[in-house]
């Protein structure tokens, strides 16, 4: 797809399964024009919301999941698409690999 949905949860505790459940519902809503996504959440993601990302993902969309640690290193990078795209294959490798 040639759009890329991006959502933030401004929270300072971690991020929950609801609320990925909700963002997925919002991609697949896009008529298959975006297979991209990221999600940024400053205070982290529960166990169960990585659970639920492995096990509800369909077709080929992508969720990046956007830490706290990853923010950091996405201000700092001198190449921020490469340093995205190494976000993309990391995410790609754990949802094949479970």
Known sequence: GSYILVE???WSKPVGASELRNFLGKLER?????KL???????????PLKSVLLTEMKG???IL??????????VASKDRNETLK????RSVIEMNGH
């Not at 999941?65 to 996405?74: E, Q």
């Open 8 to 10: 933030c949860k401004h």
């Open 30 to 34: 896009k008529y298959d024009r975006c």
């Open 37 to 47: 996504g990221l999600f940024v959440a400053p205070g982290g993601f529960t166990e």
């Open 60 to 62: 080929n969309k992508v």
């Open 65 to 74: 999941l956007i830490a706290p640690g990853d923010l950091v290193a996405l």
């Open 86 to 89: 190494q976000f993309h294959q």
